[in-house]
């Protein structure tokens, strides 16, 4: 097994892990966590997929320590070799934790009950988590966000959805003719649907509120766009990192005939947003 991500914690001495994708973090993998003892870890399988919490952002939402495996090195596996070589990368492994749907291996064909009868040592299976009455998983809350429905998606989370980025440089439209912008660079992150949302920004060790403006700024020159205003300040150094947490949506992308119903607009947006905070 190929491990892509090295962690400081000597696996001999890991007693319990939990398996699977864990994208997202969520309440149930949340719940899976709670399972796992204190020399226990987390060992997800990347499908190259993650897009909730891309794999170098994980670690931030657990203390335990996070093994990464890579899903094609090891879909082929039959059942006793999957288990043999989960062995051998903890010797001394007692406990197992996963959810009710989880299968391994080969065109996925082995399951808990495959998992409890090949592993000798106890296996957790945790019932479905639902969150009134939807059950909680990372494609529901993927469906969420390309929707922009991000009171649901933090819902289902447990926790703000957030995304990452770097500064870049923009039209240069926003500090003369609306209202000054951090245009964003964002990687690897799923972006939620076109629109205006009340945000908190991340910089440094600063937290700011917000308004974000995700989609084609079809008013100006119709590129795609991830740009934040800070309400408070006008900030105007370039950073590396900036992090863009969604609390609520305002409104879709609109096309504007003219700067001054655009800038209306704008105004009108960070009103609603500063009577969010207050
Ligand atoms: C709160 C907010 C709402 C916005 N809404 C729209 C919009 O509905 N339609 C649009 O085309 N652009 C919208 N924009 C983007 C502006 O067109 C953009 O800020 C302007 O073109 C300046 O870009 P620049 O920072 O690259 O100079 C919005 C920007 C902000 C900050
Ligand atoms: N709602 C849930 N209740 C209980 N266990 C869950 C739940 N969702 C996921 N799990 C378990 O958490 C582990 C990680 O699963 P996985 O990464 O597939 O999460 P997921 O949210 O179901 O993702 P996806 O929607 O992409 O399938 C697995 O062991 C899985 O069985």
Avoid: W
Wanted: charged share 30%; hydrophobic share 35%; glycine share 6%.
């Amino acid at each position: 097994m190929k491990k892509s991500y090295s962690t400081l914690v000597n696996k001999k001495d890991i007693q319990s892990i939990a398996i699977g994708g864990f994208d997202g973090m969520h309440i149930a993998h949340q719940k899976l966590f709670e399972n796992l003892d204190e020399n226990g870890a987390i060992v997800t399988i990347e499908s190259g997929f993650s897009n909730l919490t891309p794999k170098r952002f994980r670690q931030e939402y657990t203390n335990l320590p996070i093994y990464y495996y890579v899903l094609d090195n090891i879909k082929y596996l039959e059942g006793k070799e999957f288990i043999k070589l989960i062995k051998e990368e903890f010797p001394n492994l007692k406990k197992i934790v996963v959810g009710f749907d989880f299968c391994f291996g080969k065109n996925r064909k082995y399951c808990v009950e495959d998992l409890k009868e090949l592993f000798n040592g106890e296996v957790i299976v945790i019932e479905e988590i639902k969150n009134n009455d939807i059950a909680i998983h990372s494609r529901y809350i993927r469906d969420f966000i390309k929707n922009g429905d991000i009171k649901k998606a933090n819902e289902f989370l447990g926790k703000k959805y957030k995304i990452v980025g770097s500064q870049i440089k923009g039209q240069g439209l926003g500090k003369s003719d609306f209202v000054p912008t951090i245009n964003l660079q964002i990687e690897d992150f799923l972006l939620p649907k076109e629109g205006v949302y009340i945000t908190k920004t991340k910089i440094k060790n600063d937290i700011y509120n917000s308004v974000t403006f995700i989609g084609n700024r079809v008013s100006t020159d119709g590129s795609y766009a991830v740009e934040t205003h800070i309400l408070k300040d006008d900030i105007q150094t370039t950073y590396n990192k900036v992090e863009i947490e969604f609390l609520n949506r305002i409104r879709d992308n609109k096309k504007f005939d003219n700067f001054k119903d655009l800038k209306e607009q704008i105004i009108l947006d960070i009103k609603e947003a500063k009577e969010f905070f207050n």
